[in-house]
């Protein structure tokens, strides 16, 4: 499985208030890529994700990873595979430890002690946070925390990342560590973000969602200097390009 | 709690993390509070020794002195709240020296203070010199039942971020209400607990998804042995409990008296 | 309220903490039986959300004073009885630790009072009873009012009924109770209040909430009933008889309401009675404890051996001799033990 798509067809969510989240979404993300999920705040951005991890199921559509389409047989098979970050840290660290919470995916899979230190050692090294392993999340900072839950991500191996709001309460500095790290990963990325100067950075290829649908699908540096396309969306241009001559 | 001060249970020593077994030192404290509860209640010089248990801990371990003062002096009001109706209903003449009576109450009054004190502090210390997972993992191989376990540990995960919110929630309050210490009306605090608990309900679904998401299957797995070595949590146990079981049996402050005075 | 340890004797403490080891096992087991993935993160959330619910102190109309919230019917309700218990349990024994809140000793006592009253009396036969299961607003506002009150009545009995037995506070039984059972009926209705108005809050909002925690729980039948009913009963007799049996003086509820009515005068005070070791160390009598041996001021024909009872009413009449080296000793004591604490502390952080 060295190839591994992920690709989105027709999907449609509603929540049970009636609310259509997602109207026929589809995409597809090839091997490696990186791809930012731009759009205002009820676009979707937040659904599709979960709808890919098969945390809202959707009454239309499909959602296939490297050939496996998305059910309720396949689900676990499709979480161990995509990494998923969540927007806050907080949510995703609720373990007494960061080792504890680093372990805790390894340790679901089944493996041994030895193979589940091992990977908590790799993904903890990966985003520079080794010194952490004994201390409370409760009592990291901010950009610790994200460190520490990317490394919760990292430790069961995905193949795909997606990422929801990942620079989100981040300072500066921190945001800059963030960059660095997901430039510097090899998997396939999809990260869904208000962030547009992070995605001009990290992502080449942008899509654009409004109203629970894909309103541009292309490279990031073109689609970020339309701006009528932005605009229509409720979006801004990334700062670095406002200042820029037409 | 979390926020401020030294930060004990990450210390490297003999009383923190990779020191004396959780299982050790509560059952030292059990046995300590048993001992202290044991006494009659007219016992006020055979209590003293007891001290020795928690301020040896104490020194050992870097507790702040002035931080587990104020801890015990907070719990003291109930107690002495309760305690000085002794020397209203007991006034039985136990003694008289130096032309001085005093009625078992007002012993009885100063024993209560001196449990209190004892037992104060040996719980504070106990929270103090251990990491609260180590704690949790000690009580889950004392047998506590998993699912108590596990919730005193998503309790304790979550409790400062969610009294964090509260905090926030107050001071919204204060800033658009009038008066210098503004009083929260039932009607507003029962709204405001209602919002807490939605984003509280919100919270826990997120975490239960992120949970799924790294394949959980209704069981929280830790990975960490506890070791009791018997050449130092052995030895603490016995030499605690041995202490616990002289001062209980032989009147310490006696002897040293007699010793003193060479009778 | 807390129950404090200073004030419990080993029995008390020791038998409640039994109980509750056992109410605690059997809810665990009965939240197996229905398992449901999703419980875990929201008990814990809810545990922590009590410690943030409390932290809102509101004013009390008419009275001048503020109180907060106790939670533990908000908790039966959302989370149902067996849940509930188990949160209720893990946010006292974080309090008994980090706030100094009751004690150690005095969990069992603590976790039995305010929280199987009301996730296992007060909402299966009281609010669930009212509310059924078609919610109004009125409804729920009478159920909480009411199994607030009788949760914290019953926890306020529970705490008079455990201080009495234990012996160590003079308080007797009758003045207690007068003292706590109106003061706990201003605050469980103030807390049934607020209660009331957090679920009717959470109900408009998200009905769904309150409907899966009442599917959870369907309503107690009559085979339900009889076994709560007869735990608590148990608890609260085993509670009261064991500590009753394990003091040798009659110091326990009686003699409080005695005294209380006046009628009795007591010669000796009971004392150093809840101690199973006490007497075996008399039995054994190697180790001489000085209100038994001769005191040093000449009341040396006192038989070292003499029966138990008897000892322990001579013992009011100590002599000031007894008394000074008691009081010295325990200075000599606690100087002791400071000493060796800064030596120790010296010792630490000169190896640092």
Redesign the interface.
């Known amino acids: 499985m060295s190839h591994h798509f992920l690709e989105v067809r027709d999907l449609w969510v509603a929540y049970p208030d009636g609310t259509e989240a997602l109207r026929g979404l589809s995409f597809r993300l090839e091997h490696g890529e990186a791809v930012g999920l731009v759009g205002a705040n009820g676009a979707g951005k937040s659904t599709t994700l979960l709808a890919l991890a098969g945390l809202v199921i959707p009454c239309r559509g499909s959602v296939n990873l490297g050939g496996t389409v998305l059910s309720k047989q396949t689900v676990g098979e499709i979480r161990r595979r995509i990494g998923f970050l969540f927007q806050d840290p907080d949510d995703q660290l609720f373990m007494p430890t960061v080792f504890d919470d680093v372990a805790f995916g390894p340790l679901n899979q089944g493996l041994t002690a030895e193979e589940v230190e091992e990977r908590v050692r790799t993904a903890l090294e990966q985003v520079g946070a080794g010194h952490l392993a004994e201390r409370p999340a409760h009592r990291l900072s901010g950009g610790e925390k994200r460190s520490v839950a990317i490394a919760t991500v990292l430790s069961m191996m995905p193949d795909v990342l997606i990422m929801d709001e990942p620079s989100a309460s981040l300072d500066p500095r921190g945001r800059r560590l963030l960059i660095g790290l997901l430039k510097s990963f090899t998997h396939t990325r999809l990260v869904a973000t208000h962030d547009l100067d992070l995605v001009l950075e990290v992502c080449p290829r942008t899509i654009v969602l409004s109203g629970g649908r894909v309103e541009a699908d292309g490279e990031t540096a073109r689609i970020f200097q339309d701006r009528t396309l932005l605009e229509r969306c409720g979006l801004e241009p990334p700062l670095c390009l406002q200042g820029m001559p037409r | 709690m979390p926020t401020s001060g030294c930060r004990l249970d990450e210390n490297p020593g003999f009383f923190s993390r990779g020191g004396v077994d959780p299982r050790a030192k509560v059952f030292v404290t059990f046995a300590f509070l048993l001992v202290v509860t044991s006494f009659g209640k007219y016992e006020i010089s055979r209590l003293t020794p007891l001290f020795l248990y928690p301020v040896s801990i104490t020194a050992v371990s870097c507790v702040p002195v002035a931080k587990l003062l104020r801890r015990v002096l907070v719990a003291l009001p109930f107690v002495l709240f309760v305690g000085l109706f002794n020397p209203l209903f007991d006034r039985q003449i136990l003694f008289k020296a130096w032309g001085l009576s005093i009625s078992g109450g007002w012993i009885s009054f100063v024993s209560i203070t001196f449990r209190s004190l004892l037992a104060v502090a040996a719980a504070v210390v106990l929270a103090m010199t251990t990491p609260f997972d180590r704690l949790c993992l000690g009580l889950e191989k004392m047998g506590v039942p998993r699912v108590l376990v596990t919730q005193l540990q998503f309790l304790y995960r979550y409790l400062s971020l969610l009294q964090e919110e509260a905090v926030r929630m107050v001071r919204a309050h204060a800033l658009r209400a009038r008066g210098n210490r503004p009083k929260i009306r039932v009607s507003s605090a029962a709204s405001m607990i209602g919002f807490l608990l939605l984003r509280s309900l919100d919270r826990a679904t997120r975490i239960y998804r992120s949970m799924l998401v790294r394949g959980f299957d209704g069981e929280v797995r830790l990975m960490k042995p506890l070791r009791f070595a018997w050449s130092r949590d052995g030895i603490f146990v016995a030499f605690w409990t041995l202490y616990f079981l002289t001062v209980r049996f032989v009147d310490v402050p006696g002897r040293l008296f007699g010793w003193v005075l060479g009778r | 309220?807390?129950m404090?340890?200073?004030?419990?004797?080993?029995a008390v403490?020791?038998t409640m903490l039994a109980v509750t080891a056992g109410l605690?096992?059997y809810s665990?087991r009965k939240?197996?039986e229905s398992?449901d993935?999703?419980r875990?993160?929201?008990?814990?959330?809810?545990?922590?959300?009590i410690?943030?619910?409390q932290?809102?102190?509101?004013?009390?109309?008419a009275t001048g004073s503020?109180g907060h919230?106790g939670g533990g019917m908000?908790l039966a309700i959302l989370l149902g009885p067996y849940a509930a218990f188990?949160?209720l349990?893990?946010?006292l024994?974080?309090q008994?630790?980090?706030?100094?809140?009751g004690?150690?000793?005095a969990l069992g006592c603590n976790i039995f009072n305010m929280a199987f009253f009301p996730c296992f009396v007060a909402y299966p036969f009281i609010y669930r009873k009212i509310v059924g299961d078609s919610p109004s607003r009125k409804k729920i506002l009478l159920g909480a009012i009411l199994s607030a009150v009788a949760g914290l009545q019953l926890g306020a009995f529970s705490v008079v009924l455990e201080?009495v037995a234990s012996?160590?506070?003079?308080?007797?039984f009758r003045?207690f109770l007068l003292l706590m059972q109106p003061i706990h009926l201003a605050i469980g209705i103030?807390e049934g209040?607020?209660t009331g108005?957090?679920v009717t809050?959470?109900w408009k909002?998200?009905p769904?909430?309150l409907e899966s925690a009442a599917q959870n729980t369907p309503l107690p039948g009559v085979s339900l009933r009889k076994v709560l009913a007869g735990l608590a009963v148990a608890a609260i007799f085993t509670g009261g008889a064991l500590s009753w049996f394990a003091s040798t003086y009659p110091d326990g509820l009686e003699w409080s309401m005695a005294?209380t009515a006046g009628t009795e005068e007591l010669e000796a005070?009971?004392?150093?009675?809840?101690?199973a070791?006490?007497a075996l160390?008399e039995k054994l009598a190697f180790?001489?404890?000085?209100g038994f041996r001769p005191s040093?001021a000449g009341k040396d024909s006192q038989p070292e051996v003499a029966a138990a009872g008897e000892n322990e009413g001579k013992?009011?009449a100590?002599?000031?001799a007894t008394?000074?080296?008691?009081?010295?000793?325990?200075?000599?004591?606690?100087t002791?033990?400071?000493g060796?604490?800064?030596?120790?502390?010296g010792a630490?952080s000169r190896r640092k």
């Open positions: 309220m807390h404090a340890d200073a004030l419990l004797s080993p403490g020791g605690t096992a665990a939240l197996k398992p993935e999703s875990i993160p929201l008990m814990g959330v809810l545990g922590a959300f410690f943030a619910a932290m809102i102190n509101f004013s009390i109309p503020s919230l908000i188990l949160v349990a893990s946010v024994v974080v008994a630790l980090f706030f100094a809140d004690g150690i000793l201080t012996g160590i506070s003079e308080l007797p003045t103030v209040i607020v108005a957090v809050f959470v909002a998200r769904e909430v005294k005070p009971a004392e150093r009675v809840h101690t070791l006490a160390q180790l001489p404890d000085y040093p013992w009011p100590v002599d000031p008394t000074v080296s008691g009081l010295v000793g325990g200075a000599l004591t606690l002791l033990a400071g060796l604490g800064i030596l120790l502390r630490v």
